[in-house]
């Protein structure tokens, strides 16, 4: 992969929604106020690779509505290429309400993206030219899980992405209520993986995807099928890479005094390994680097608002 980041050309496509955090602990029904934020795995990605200097673009969907505006410009002002984000007026833009915790737990989370505006994105909404021998294509199983016409917008990036011979990975992200039954989501998460170069899942994952929570056999799966480096996050302790020439190792996670909200840090974890990868890093300095953004990601409430930019980057990683 190219050292110059400048030259590099980043996409990622999936929904984007609003996020609506609860001020105060509690029951959803019973909180009275609410802070709003951007919210979407791949938009996630997107924001840090723009924050880092990369040319970022994004493809999704928007209703016309007050979210929709809300969310179109909270991604322009990141820099962020917003040419293919298109709008609709036969369906609202999805999002997302948040439990605040105070004890580092996983906060509870309802969603609010049936028949989102976003659901409807398919393949004819994918632009070839976006696709150049220098761009990076990041795919998740989150944005594979929202609906089938969504599935074929990602398989026709894909498709144009292998044709330019681009660097792929895919974070495999499971969203078990999206799908309509665990089978489909197995087979059709896998099958992305196979095609991706770099594979990004987490260890639990591993179990229901491969059937083995061991970070080896879950990397020698993918491996044996296509990929060509599979990073398995080990949540606080770090993640586990291995590459199809036998590179291997365990590198260590960073510690976190206090943990704020977990959601988003698997989307900091991806940014921080791609960004890496096309910075010229080794497999090890990526792998780092995705845990130094994940260790961020959980100290704040936010899904995105960790993400450095290159010249916060170069001070945290020479400290």
């Not at 909180?31 to 970022?56: D, T």
């Not at 795919?139 to 089938?148: F, I, N, R, Y």
Request: proline content about 3%; some cysteine.
């Amino acid at each position: 992969m190219a050292q110059n980041n400048q030259a590099q050309s980043f996409v990622t496509l999936g929904e984007a929604m609003g996020l609506f955090v609860a001020k105060t602990p509690g029951r959803l029904a019973d909180v009275e106020e609410f802070s709003r934020y951007l919210a979407g795995a791949e938009v996630n990605v997107a924001i840090g690779m723009a924050r880092l200097g990369f040319q970022s673009n994004y493809v999704s969907k928007v209703g016309n509505d007050c979210i929709g505006e809300f969310i179109r410009n909270a991604i322009g002002k990141e820099n962020i290429n917003t040419d293919s984000i298109s709008e609709t007026a036969d369906y609202p833009t999805g999002f997302m309400m948040k439990t605040s915790q105070t004890d580092g737990s996983d906060p509870a989370v309802e969603y609010f993206r049936r028949n989102s505006a976003a659901s409807t994105l398919n393949a004819s909404d994918i632009d070839a030219s976006l696709f150049k021998a220098d761009t990076h294509l990041h795919l998740t199983g989150v944005a594979a899980a929202v609906s089938s016409s969504m599935r074929e917008a990602i398989f026709k990036a894909l498709e144009y992405a292998r044709a330019q011979g681009c660097s792929i990975t895919f974070d495999t992200n499971l969203r078990p209520t999206l799908w309509p039954n665990q089978e489909t989501m197995i087979k059709t998460v896998n099958e992305l993986a196979f095609a991706s170069d770099i594979v990004l899942p987490g260890v639990e994952e591993g179990k229901i995807l491969v059937g083995s929570e061991d970070p080896e056999t879950i990397a020698d799966f993918y491996l044996n099928n296509g990929a060509k480096t599979v990073i398995v996050k080990l949540g606080a302790e770090g993640a586990f890479y291995k590459t199809a020439a036998g590179e291997s190792g365990t590198v260590a996670g960073f510690k976190v005094e206090k943990v704020v909200d977990t959601v988003g840090a698997g989307d900091s974890f991806a940014t921080g390994v791609i960004s890496a990868l096309l910075d010229g890093k080794s497999v090890a300095e990526a792998a780092r680097r995705g845990n130094l953004f994940g260790s961020l990601a959980v100290q704040v409430r936010g899904d995105s608002e960790s993400l450095p930019t290159r010249a916060k980057l170069i001070e945290l990683e020479q400290a």
